[in-house]
């Protein structure tokens, strides 16, 4: 499967995708600009997510900021250039105006048409599509996905888990290596909230590492090495605050049901297409009763403390 193919059947599992109040987004929290408009931190997160190299696309959250960086490595064509696959679409809406309002991914073209997938539109990620030298498109960046830094996901898993097991990451360490620790770190609930996934271990990473490792009763070093790296491909998560002596259920609202939806959305678990908005839906009632099946607990789709323990520990 080309890389091209790759960053579009990963697009697309996020079809539907609905941000929940105030623009609030796995994507944003992922970037580190929680509750902003999220078009362009979509298009980061996906790239991210297959490990295609900031070298290849940029990690952006302006869509001014991303159609400068295609400028200026000379890979940016006007609205009339016929696309590819996985290229990068910036539109705008008030014709006429200098910059570009919104971005989203190529996924097919198809005679005269060019249809994309993009995020924040409407509130979610859909499908969307224009006619090729549409006063709407602003133009495109064009990846070098071919020719590029090789990415991690060119590796197999077996070569990956290999890779993460025995190379030793540090404050100073950048590249592929510690953007999966970083993700990691976010996904086991250790914030990194100036910086998210940036490929750069500096300070913040730093005081994360050292937080997984206290709680998880390693050795604190701050540094990523055998032990860090078997915690962080574990199941294990951040501790967080004790049970709230009472039955989270249907129809409550509050910061604890947020946090059971974040938890069982790590799992793997959907809670809607309003992911962790804090209000205990049926989505979220069905997503506990199946965790509740799955770990053998009593199927009633309430979190009690033998649910939340099971979530949490």
Not at 24 to 53: K, Q, R
Not at 76 to 86: A, E, H, I, L
Not at 157 to 173: A, D, F, M, P, R
Request: aromatic share 12%; hydrophobic share 35%.
């Amino acid at each position: 499967m080309s890389i091209r193919e790759s960053i579009i059947n990963k697009t697309k599992e996020y079809l539907g995708y609905k941000e929940g109040n105030n623009n609030d987004t796995i994507f944003g929290n992922w970037y580190g600009l929680p509750h902003n408009p999220w078009c362009a931190m979509f298009v980061s997160y996906i790239m991210n997510e297959i490990g295609v190299s900031t070298d290849i696309v940029p990690k952006f959250a302006s869509c001014t900021v991303g159609t400068n960086w295609f400028k200026d490595k000379g890979k940016f064509k006007d609205n009339k250039y016929t696309p590819q696959v996985g290229d990068i679409i910036f539109i705008i809406w008030d014709i006429g105006n200098s910059t570009p309002d919104h971005v989203g991914i190529v996924e097919k073209v198809e005679g005269n048409t060019v249809y994309t997938i993009e995020g924040n539109r409407g509130d979610c990620v859909c499908e969307k599509s224009y006619g090729i030298g549409s006063a709407y498109i602003f133009g495109y960046g064009i990846p070098d996905y071919e020719n590029g830094q090789a990415t991690i996901e060119n590796k197999t898993e077996n070569e990956v888990e290999q890779q993460i097991t025995y190379s030793l990451i540090k404050k100073g360490s950048k590249g592929n290596l510690v953007r999966i620790a970083q993700e990691k770190l976010m996904q086991k609930g250790y914030s990194l909230l100036k910086y998210g996934v940036d490929g750069d271990f500096g300070q913040e990473t730093e005081k994360a590492v050292r937080e997984l490792q206290k709680d998880s009763k390693i050795a604190v070093d701050g540094i990523i090495g055998n032990n860090t790296w078997a915690v962080l491909n574990s199941n294990f998560v951040k501790p967080i605050s004790t049970y709230p002596n009472y039955l989270i259920k249907q129809g409550q609202r509050s910061e604890y049901v947020r946090k059971v939806q974040n938890r069982l959305i790590q799992l793997g678990y959907s809670c809607g297409n309003y992911g962790a908005d804090g209000i205990f839906g049926i989505a979220t009632y069905n997503a506990v009763k199946a965790f509740q099946k799955a770990n053998g607990l009593g199927v009633d789709g309430i979190v009690g403390v033998l649910t939340w323990n099971k979530l949490f520990n």
